[in-house]
């Protein structure tokens, strides 16, 4: 878990593809909202943009530890032509 600077509570699950020997990473908040819950005054437990900030933080990790082929996509499974080389807001 992952508490950003205005309190923000997001998560970060990693998993392996198989069999194409590649990984996946999710970032998102750690408590989402539904109608119920908006209807019982909660909010999700962070905004897009907190989602987007961590992304590029992990991006930015990533790359300076040199690893490469990276995609990233807003709510999709990132593949060749649906995917962006860095965070972007979807």
């Known amino acids: ?5 205005a ?3 997001l998560e970060v699950a990693v998993a392996a593809v ?3 020997s590649e990984w ?3 970032v998102a908040p ?3 909202g539904g109608l119920l819950s908006a209807l019982l005054g909660r909010h999700p437990s962070a905004t897009p943009d907190d989602v987007l900030g961590l992304a590029r933080a992990i991006d930015t990790m990533l790359k300076t530890e040199q690893f490469t082929g990276i995609l990233w996509c807003w709510d999709g499974m990132p ?3 649906h995917g962006t080389p ?3 807001a979807g």
């Open 1 to 5: 878990m992952y508490v950003g600077r």
């Open 7 to 9: 309190g923000a509570e």
């Open 18 to 20: 198989v069999p194409a």
């Open 24 to 26: 996946m990473l999710q």
């Open 30 to 32: 750690l408590r989402t």
């Open 79 to 81: 593949e060749p032509g």
């Open 86 to 88: 860095t965070p972007e």
